[in-house]
């Protein structure tokens, strides 16, 4: 029933099944058509202006060798070659004249859409869909081809100019929005990198100001910069950190510049003493030292107005909260930050206009201005961050929780929240230790009525360390594992992809 309520949403005024436009888009941006004649520079191909505009350009292809299975000998295609590049100039009902721009062109050739430069501006959910069949596809304006979310659909500009509408959204009369709990998601995770240590933090970093996000690991002591490309890790460059121990490590756009700043959180001593970093070039350099604050960014879309420290110390644990800003270049107190009862910044972000963390007792709490509207009955927190807390009698681990993300998908938002399941070991024995990681979906059923379940498939061996989200709508995840020895200690850096069941 769930799967049927789902389909109906999309489907569109005049019949079509959701699928159906998003193939009729993805044709818009592989029309293909053929080479009639060349003159010289001038080449006639047979598209016509209900197919082309004046501007658009062409790749020529040549058809090469058959391509034949090595099992059944059938021929399943041909090898194509670019071999030139041409612009439309002069558009008639049936054909088209075009300009030789690069290459050769010869009669009887295939022609097919150059679309290299396409931006989308619109709905995480609605990107993470198209980013499917356009792999090209990347947020922003100002390229060659923009798509942008309307009221009903999509719309599609070429250099600014409106050439074509994709009716999607219109729901049929008298069917009911699916709620929350319609909703049943599997998570299918593909593995981008093995990590070379045990990760403690990590987050999505603009560290040049442009947009292009890095990922930034945390381990202990030190930092690694990660390029994030679309299917693979690229690691550019790492940070040695200062005497401590490393419990935290957070992005926001805290400054003037447009880059992000680097929230790292340290233990040192008996209390905290975190820094404050900048990239420049390929390294890192300190902003601001000696941090009395565990700091945290709840909304990394309004960084400075959430910026917030909570002090720290092996005797109070967690205490005083208080709102950060960084004003020419140094740290400074602007005011209260009334927290809720139990908060820690450690695992806090805002989601819609809740406010969610986990306290000290591992169960997820969830705030909407004084009041709390939800909490779980059992233990979610736990990772293999931690500091040692030494006492009379030897010692105690004390452990910081990961922090969870905020989703889109199918137009619902969703926070996904770590659930890491504590072993024998570390129940009897105060040895950190854990037996698997599990993600669950939080979201209205109906307003302020917050409901929890499990993420099907999100079972990951021993310690779900974070879990963040891209600007582009892609949900990767970083896991942990330890050994007897330090060497053993290791992690892993997945993506995920969520399907609705």
Do not use: W
């Amino acid at each position: 029933m769930a799967l049927v309520v789902l389909t109906l949403i999309l489907l569109i005024s005049s019949g079509l099944k959701a699928q159906e436009v998003f193939d009729m888009l993805r044709e818009f941006f592989q029309r293909e058509g053929y080479v009639v004649r060349v003159e010289g520079a001038r080449v006639l191909v047979d598209l016509g202006k209900d197919r082309v505009r004046v501007g658009e350009e062409f790749h020529v292809l040549r058809e090469g060798k058959e391509i034949v299975h090595p099992v059944t000998k059938q021929i399943i295609g041909r090898e194509r070659e670019r071999v030139g590049r041409i612009r439309i100039e002069e558009v008639q009902d049936s054909f088209s004249y075009a300009r030789l721009l690069e290459g050769t062109a010869r009669e009887g050739e295939r022609v097919r859409l150059r679309a290299e430069e396409l931006c989308f501006e619109g709905s995480e959910e609605l990107f993470f869909r198209l980013r499917s069949l356009l792999p090209e596809l990347k947020r922003g304006r100002n390229c060659t081809y923009n798509l942008k979310e309307i009221k009903e659909g999509i719309g599609v500009e070429f250099r600014e100019s409106p050439v074509a509408f994709f009716q999607v959204y219109t729901p049929l009369a008298g069917t009911e929005r699916a709620s929350f709990e319609d909703i049943n998601l599997l998570a299918r995770a593909r593995l981008l990198r093995p990590l070379p240590s045990l990760p403690l933090s990590a987050d999505l970093c603009d560290l040049t100001g442009t947009g292009k996000e890095f990922l930034l690991v945390l381990f202990q002591g030190r930092i690694e910069a990660y390029e994030l490309l679309k299917n693979d890790l690229v690691k550019r460059f790492d940070y040695s950190l200062p005497a401590g121990v490393s419990v935290g490590l957070q992005c926001g756009k805290l400054a003037e510049g447009g880059q992000d700043l680097v929230l790292v959180n340290l233990v040192s001593g008996d209390s905290a003493n975190s820094l404050i970093l900048k990239a420049m070039g390929d390294s890192l350099v300190p902003v601001v030292r000696n941090v009395p604050y565990i700091m945290g960014i709840l909304n990394k879309g309004k960084a400075k107005e959430s910026f917030v420290g909570q002090r720290y110390s092996f005797r109070d644990k967690f205490g005083q909260t208080i709102r950060l800003a960084i004003e020419g270049g140094k740290l400074k107190e602007v005011g209260a930050f009334l927290a809720p009862r139990g908060f820690r910044v450690d695992s806090a972000f805002t989601f819609g206009d809740y406010l969610l963390f986990t306290d000290t007792t591992g169960r997820v709490r969830v705030f909407k201005g004084d009041g709390e509207v939800f909490s779980t009955e059992e233990g979610f927190g736990g990772s293999y961050t931690l500091v040692d807390i030494p006492l009379e009698q030897g010692k105690l681990n004390f452990v910081f929780n990961p922090r969870g993300t905020q989703v889109s998908f199918l137009n619902f938002q969703m926070a996904l929240l770590v659930k890491n399941h504590t072993g024998m070991v570390q129940r009897f024995l105060d040895i950190v230790k854990y037996s698997r990681g599990e993600l669950f979906l939080l979201g209205e059923r109906r307003r302020e009525l917050l409901s929890l379940k499990p993420l099907r498939g999100s079972n990951f061996e021993e310690a779900i360390q974070a879990v963040l989200t891209t600007k582009e709508g892609r949900v990767l995840l970083l896991t942990g594992r330890t050994g007897m020895l330090t060497i053993q200690n290791k992690g892993e850096v997945y993506e995920l992809e969520l399907r609705a069941l």
